[in-house]
């Protein structure tokens, strides 16, 4: 047998620039000590999954070869910006071709960015016929400068903030999710295409659901549930507990405390294995806030944060004594939290079907702008004492955009600690609204209950000292695209009332 050699040239088309990492010094010791053992290891893979977060935090993804990857680790790769520019239904919402308007130059004529895959985050995973690794990438302009527009790179810069000062936020996780069992596999694509969703999947729940924390009920997803925690594990993710909820097939999977970014990157790897996972097992899961399933319970992510001191290692939101609650700098965390809650709002519950969990007739649903001692009613809650204290900030839904939600927090919360933010009383204490926020009953200030009202708070506040005008325009775009769809739909269908639309069904069960 002959086999032919085919010839490659010196300058490869999809490698971003030579040198790139290089010439722009993107790389600490760290970075390049892990790019080294990652080159010594390629001749026993066949593929590398080169990822990034897009603004609505899905994972966009090139399927490279071990021998193209080989080149592109330290070089970048170039990537269509179409991620950025495009609403959660593939509508363009961002008009590349004219005056786009968010203040990116490359954004014109959908130039290609750089992706620079960041070593620390490489590994293989596990199973599967052919031998492939996930690296997350970090997204630049061609002129070796953080895309204006990433958002792994808008945590960065918070995350910085923090160790300037001689701190490291800590977090944990709390996803819950709907696993249900496919009953077709029809690809949803009649009547698909640009801003036009096709066909949610077509599922059952796995049990009936309502009875919380049933052991009968776990058996029931176990067999899908212990063999993915199984996998996660093999992925090195710190998980602690996967546990049934309420609703028919709900599951909460949680994990052991990380630092910010890996928390962000874990999310992200979360929530995409677990997709396809099942979905290789004919089984269908979604981080959907509440689908259109029948006695669907909506979920939520609970993002659990604390500081710790650098210098001493020691946990700054605790208390000694066995009674709980916050330290003066845990206390001035939760207002920072507080006082940037309804601005920063649209970076944890970013969609439209996500306002369904915050409607009051859902009794422990985060519906109070406050914080609170073990109240599950309160956006805030205080959980632990001593070295184990803790904020649980429960309002986001479990497909936001994981380094932009973090972010959020991390952000408002550094605002409390140094002063810069205005003060809230908890819960406890009555209102903690301004005269124009949406208030309750007995007065109490309330979250957003739908996006337009996030989406208004969003373009009327401070979003852009966190995440810089270019991404903050954009997002806006991106979600006025999203509202103007949805609303357009409402008028054409009159659906009843409060209840989840086959148009959310559509745009979010499968993607999410």
């Known amino acids: 047998m002959y086999a032919r050699s085919w010839s490659s040239p010196a300058a490869e088309g999809s490698v971003g620039r030579p040198s790139f990492v290089a010439d722009h010094g993107l790389w600490d010791d760290a970075r390049t000590d892990a790019a080294r053992r990652i080159e010594a290891s390629l001749a026993g893979l066949d593929f590398v999954r080169l990822v990034f977060g897009d603004p609505h935090g899905l994972a966009r ?212 294995v677990t997709k396809s996972w099942c979905a290789r097992r004919g089984h269908h899961a979604s981080f959907m806030s509440q689908p259109l399933i029948d006695a669907a319970d909506p979920s939520g992510w609970h993002l659990n944060q604390s500081v710790t001191d650098l210098a001493s290692g020691g946990n700054l939101f605790g208390t000694e004594g066995p009674f709980g609650g916050l330290s003066p700098q845990g206390k001035a965390y939760a207002e920072g939290l507080l006082s940037f809650a309804r601005e920063l709002f649209l970076l944890s519950v970013p969609t439209v079907n996500g306002y369904r969990r915050l409607d009051a007739r859902h009794t422990l649903a985060p519906t109070r702008l406050g914080w609170s001692q073990e109240d599950r009613s309160a956006m805030l809650r205080v959980v632990g004492h001593g070295a184990g204290a803790h904020i649980e900030n429960r309002i986001g839904e479990p497909c936001a955009n994981p380094y932009l939600n973090i972010a959020a927090q991390l952000f408002a919360g550094l605002e409390g600690m140094t002063g810069q933010a205005t003060p809230a009383d908890p819960a406890e204490a009555g209102s903690t609204a301004d005269p124009d926020t949406t208030a309750g009953a007995g007065g109490v200030a309330l979250v957003p209950q739908q996006l337009r009202e996030a989406l208004d708070a969003f373009r009327a506040g401070r979003a852009a000292q966190l995440l810089g005008e270019p991404l903050a325009a954009c997002l806006t775009k991106l979600k006025e695209s999203e509202l103007r769809r949805y609303e357009a739909w409402c008028g054409q269908m009159a659906p009843a009332a409060g209840q989840v639309t086959e148009w959310e069904q559509r745009e979010y069960f499968g993607a999410y």
Not at 183 to 194: E, I, R, S, V
Not at 215 to 222: C, E, I, K, S
Not at 224 to 232: C, G, K, Q, R
């Open 61 to 272: 993804s090139k399927t490279l070869t071990a021998e193209a990857f080989r080149t592109v680790l330290r070089n970048g790769m170039n990537f269509s910006p179409g991620p950025f520019v495009f609403d959660t239904g593939h509508a363009v919402a961002v008009d590349f071709l004219g005056e786009h308007g968010i203040g990116v130059d490359e954004i014109a004529g959908a130039g290609n960015f750089i992706l620079v895959p960041d070593p620390l985050t490489f590994q293989v995973l596990p199973g599967g016929a052919a031998r492939t690794a996930w690296v997350i990438g970090d997204e630049y302009l061609r002129d070796g400068s953080p895309h204006p527009l990433s958002s792994r790179a808008v945590l960065r810069r918070v995350i910085d903030r923090y160790t300037g000062q001689g701190l490291a936020p800590v977090l944990g996780l709390e996803v819950e999710w709907y696993l249900t069992r496919r009953l077709d596999d029809a690809p949803g694509n009649t009547g698909n295409g640009f801003g036009l969703q096709g066909r949610a999947p077509r599922v059952a729940a796995l049990n009936a659901g309502y009875q919380f924390n049933l052991d009968a009920h776990y058996d029931t997803v176990a067999p899908l549930t212990d063999p993915l925690a199984l996998h996660l594990l093999a992925l090195g993710l710190p998980l602690r507990s996967m546990e049934h909820e309420s609703g028919p097939g709900q599951v909460e999977t949680t994990f052991h405390p990380m630092s910010a970014l890996d928390t962000a990157d874990a999310m992200l790897l979360f929530r995409t």
